[in-house]
């Protein structure tokens, strides 16, 4: 969907956003950089946290989900390398 608007060769700025992405974690401030992982993992743990308590069973929701919705699991991965690096950006000013 997403993904098929824009290519892993091809976008506005050439590149898919993963490359995007990484291409900014390299080059932004540092702090800023730092800051927006961390963020990123803080919520990890925190969906961790909240998945222990139902871990059986959610391992195997997220098997189920991983195969039946894909192409949904690639175009939020495509807007969470976007969100993340537009975050950096807009603070690297």
């Known amino acids: 969907m997403i993904n098929e608007l824009f290519p892993e060769d091809d976008g506005m700025f050439m590149g898919s956003p993963k490359s995007k992405f990484f291409d900014i974690v390299y080059n932004a401030n540092r702090n800023l950089v730092e800051q927006e992982i961390e963020d990123i993992i803080e919520r990890m743990c925190l969906l961790e946290m909240i998945a222990e308590e139902h871990e059986e069973e959610l391992e195997q929701k997220l ?3 991983k195969f039946s919705k894909s192409q949904e699991l690639e ?3 495509f ?3 976007i969100n993340s690096t537009g975050n950096i950006l807009s603070q690297n000013e």
């Open 63 to 65: 098997a189920e989900v």
């Open 75 to 77: 175009d939020r991965k």
């Open 79 to 81: 807007d969470a390398f």
